[in-house]
Structure formats: structure tokens, C-alpha cells
């Protein structure tokens, strides 16, 4: 309708204009045109594709927007339902493991059998007599330390305790002497022999021991008592001489028959009481008792009777200085 209203107004006013150039001459005008109209539904025209597309945009956005919200939330779900489930079998074992564990503390698990290893120098008999352990108690309550603490000190020749629980009702106690005792000469001629770490297990004897017997020189003991460890009235060559019976143990040096040391750098192993082997100070020392024994071996062929000084305080060359 209002498309016909502006037809009738275009056709008027040429109509006019054209009366108006027959009564005063043509001025060569043209009738007026309308632009704003057209030029708005141009620009309408253009701008509805544009804004379509935006709207295309927009809410394709927003459904992406969504579906991620979407799936973030029910992977959030997933993984709670997955955490409850976990947290759920935890409390489950810990539950069982906690009933479990009560049950062979106070019911179960009693002690029928006890079976023991004994040492050359014990009994099984006089090991049953000290074991602070009995038929009817836990087999889990067993204190291993306290029980290898009171056999070593009741029974000084025990060296080392071992306790195995075999399960329902077995416990397994097996217990090691020292592979060397080391002994020292008192005053009065008697003996006191003690193990690598000092533990005095006889005192006052009245000969040496017999089998892997090595006599530590140049040093007194103090505090002696059987089963306990002893000091040694200079400590400072303590920790040496230890150095020199862990290695003894270690390479199992049956033929050395006596150990001593004057100084960090003045250390003497004495081999079948006829060779004294000077290594110097302890480092490398295993090295250098290796190099001696390969050259006491040697010696050996030669003259089975050799006595003297043997020095291997390190490189390649060891020296022999026969006794007189």
C-alpha cells in the first residue's frame, strides 16, 4: 500500500514539473528521485545475510561452548564415581588387613614347635635353657633383638642369632660362633679372648684358644666381662685394630697367628709366627695383604722355614729382610 502512495506522489510531481516547463520553458530538470528508501533496503538487504551469519556464529559458539560444559561435567563425574570406588577398596583391604592382624595377635599363630640350630660350642640343650622363647606364645610377638641380645650375652660364643617363624607354629632359632677369636696375654699369664667387636668370651684361661686363634700384641683390655664388650685402655689404636680384624675376617686369613699396630701408618700382621708383614696404614690394605701372600707363597717354594720382614705398604714391589 505504501509503495502505490509513493508511485501516485512520483507521477504528480512529474506531471507538475512537466506544466511548469511548458508555460516557462524547459530548465532541463529531472523529476525528483527517491533514494533514501531504496538505499535502506539495500543496506537492509546487505546487512540481513551478515547478521544471519552472526547468528550462525554466535550459536554454533554456544553450542560448543555447551557440549564442552557438558563433557567436562560428566568426565568430573566419571572420575568421582572412579575415586569412590578406589577409596572404597582401600577402606575394604585396610578393614580386612586391621581384623587380620588382630586375629593372629590373639588367636592364631601360636607356637607348637621349636626347632634350634645349635653352634659347636652350645648345646642345643644349654640354648634352650637361656631362649626367651616358649611353646604357646605369638609367633608375630616375637622380639628378635631382645632374643639375640640375651643368647649373646648368656652364651658369650654366640657370634650371631638367626629367627625364622615358619608358618602356623614354627619358629626357627639358629645361632654362629665367631669364625677367629682373638685373644690377649695378661699379666698373670692367663688369657682373655674376645671376638671381633671386642666381646670377651673367656676370661682368665689358662692356655690360648685352639683352632683360628690370633693374639692381638701391644695392647691391654679394661672393663672385661664375659658376654660384654671390653675397652681398650689406649683408645686410640681402636679403631685400627678393628680395621685389622675385618680384614683378617673378610679374607679369611687362617695362616696370620697375630695382629698389632704402632701408629696409623705402622700396622703388622705376623704369619705362622715366622713372617711379619708390614703394610703400612690401612688404606688399600687388602690390596697389599694380597701382594705379600703372593710373595710369602713364592718364599714358601723356596725356603718353607723363611723368618723375617716382609714389606707390601704399596706399588708394585715388596721387599723380604731375612731374620737372623
Known sequence: MMKKNDDRKLNRDINELEALNSSLGSFGLEPPKHYRNEENKNADGKRKPQNKKQQKKKSSQQNISN??????HKKKRRLK?????LFTVIGLVIGISIVVAILCLTVGFKIQTIQINPCEMYTEEQISAVLPIE??????LIDKKSVAEKLETNLPYIYDV??????????IVSVTQPEFIYYVINNDDTYTYFDNNFKVLKLNAETKPEANAIE??????????EGYAANLTDSNSLDTIKEMMQLVDELKLTEITSIYSEGTSENYFVYEDRITIKIGSMKDAEDKMYSALASIDKLNTSNPEANGLLTSTGGKQVYFTEGK
Open 81 to 85: 564415581k572412579k575415586f569412590r570406588i
Open 67 to 72: 557440549n564442552d560444559k557438558l563433557k567436562k
Open 162 to 171: 638367626k629367627i625364622k617363624r615358619k608358618i602356623p607354629s614354627t619358629v
Open 135 to 140: 611353646k604357646e606364645d605369638n609367633l608375630f
Open 216 to 225: 692381638i700384641k701391644k695392647i691391654a683390655l679394661s672393663d672385661c666381662t
